[in-house]
């Protein structure tokens, strides 16, 4: 899967291949499934959630990025654009690499809550519940973050 994550924000590898902490890098195979519960509420854990999203992919991971809560309102144009937090990569760069390269999905109980219809998302959004949500958990060796 290639990713569009900006290249400032691309993994930097030691030359021997692994991380600086040492810890190898995912070869793809492992899904990695990151529920966010945090919006413009909590700043700092939303670009996390999404930070870790985007680099996860820019490592090779299957990634798929659930939507919840507050965190909701991003599936919509223009939102992520208006989200800033000091020393961050742009919100819109993470959710665009997530939708080029992974799965991005609305929880359907928060899209509802928001009155927001599958008119209403962004392309590449899906809506969906949460017997779609245990599925991707429960895969094997998928590796679940709530941020």
Not at 52 to 69: E, F, I
Not at 77 to 101: K, Q, Y
Not at 105 to 133: H, K, M, N, Y
């Amino acid at each position: 899967m290639a990713s569009s994550i900006p290249a400032s924000y691309e993994l930097s590898p030691s030359a021997s291949g692994s991380t600086p902490y040492g810890q190898v890098m995912p070869s793809g195979s492992r899904p990695l499934i990151v529920k966010l519960t945090a919006g413009a509420d909590a700043p700092e854990r939303c670009s996390q959630g999404f930070t870790v999203a985007a680099t996860a992919l820019a490592a090779g991971a299957d990634v798929s990025v659930w939507l919840t809560g507050e965190s909701a309102w991003f599936a919509l144009p223009g939102r992520a654009e208006e989200f800033t937090l000091a020393e961050a990569a742009p919100l819109a760069d993470l959710r665009d690499s997530v939708l080029a390269g992974g799965q991005l999905t609305l929880c359907t109980q928060c899209a509802a809550r928001r009155s927001i219809t599958p008119e209403d998302v962004l392309p590449g959004v899906r809506i969906a519940g949460a017997a779609t949500f245990v599925a991707e958990v429960l895969a094997p060796e998928a590796q679940a973050l709530v941020y």
